[in-house]
Structure formats: structure tokens, C-alpha cells
């Protein structure tokens, strides 16, 4: 998708738009959950967190940190994805957790557009491909 315009606003009509939400998020758990036991574990939700550290580059968060950083920046992530406590991440979870950082980034946006590279299967493109769809209907209508 490369390079697109997006402001807090594509961010979150996206999350207020819960069929396109869950369609979004619900492959990353899947995609996440390697053993297929229906919940992610510590090990399993840190690819995500990668995928987390390139919103946070994008909104101007240094990205230089050292490996102990980082294992304290996974911790804290995994502590507030995981809101029971039980050591693991369930749907439930991860889709609000996922919710509050996107809402996080678009707060971090504003309300002016911004030109902004995006991953072709980021959460942001999917934001994107939503607005433009949603576009395209008005036109048609
Ligand atoms: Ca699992
Ligand atoms: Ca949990």
C-alpha cells in the first residue's frame, strides 16, 4: 500500500466499525497463536509486539533500545494485554488491548492527515482500506 493519507479519524472509525475490526484482528491472534490452544502466551504475543514498535517509530518513539529495554518494554506490554492475569492472552484480550493502542494512535494523529508509510498487512492499512471502500460506496450511492 506504501505511502497513504491517514488521520485520527480513519483510525477510529475502523475500531467503531466492529465487523471490520474483528476481521482485521482476529487473523493477527490466529496468525499469532502457533500452538493453536486458542489463547497467546508470552512467547507467542512477542511478534506482535514487533509490529507494535513500528507504530510507536512511526509516531516519532525512538526505536534505539537496549535488548534489557526491550525484555521490559514485552513484560509491561504482555502485563496490560493480559487485564485477568492468568498468564495468558485470550480473543477477549488481545481484541481490546489492540482496540486502546489504535485509538492510542489515533489520538497521537489528530485530525490532520498525515502521509504516513504502511505495511501492506498493518492494522493501519486495513483502517485505510476501509475509509476508501467507505468512500467508494458514497460515490456510488
Ligand atoms: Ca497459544
Ligand atoms: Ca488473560
Not at 491517514?6 to 475502523?14: A, K, L
Not at 514487533?50 to 510507536?56: A, F, M, P, V
Request: charged letters at 30%; glycine letters at 4%.
Amino acid at each position: 500500500m506504501g505511502v497513504v493519507f491517514i488521520d485520527g479519524s480513519t483510525v477510529r472509525d475502523f475500531v467503531k466499525d466492529e465487523a471490520a475490526f474483528f476481521r482485521a484482528v482476529d487473523p493477527l491472534f490466529k496468525a499469532l497463536d502457533v500452538n493453536n490452544d486458542g489463547v497467546l502466551s508470552r512467547s507467542e504475543l512477542r511478534p506482535a509486539f514487533e509490529s507494535l514498535n513500528l507504530i510507536e517509530s512511526h509516531l516519532g518513539v525512538p526505536d534505539k533500545k537496549t535488548p534489557d529495554e526491550l525484555m521490559a518494554i514485552y513484560d509491561s506490554v504482555f502485563e496490560k494485554f493480559d487485564t485477568d492475569h492468568n498468564e495468558t492472552v485470550d480473543h477477549a484480550e488481545f481484541r481490546e488491548q489492540i482496540k486502546q493502542i489504535l485509538l492510542a494512535v489515533a489520538d497521537g494523529l489528530g485530525e490532520s492527515p498525515l502521509n504516513m508509510v504502511v505495511d501492506d498487512d498493518s492494522l493501519l492499512a486495513r483502517a485505510v482500506e476501509r475509509e476508501q471502500q467507505e468512500i467508494q460506496q458514497s460515490r456510488k450511492a
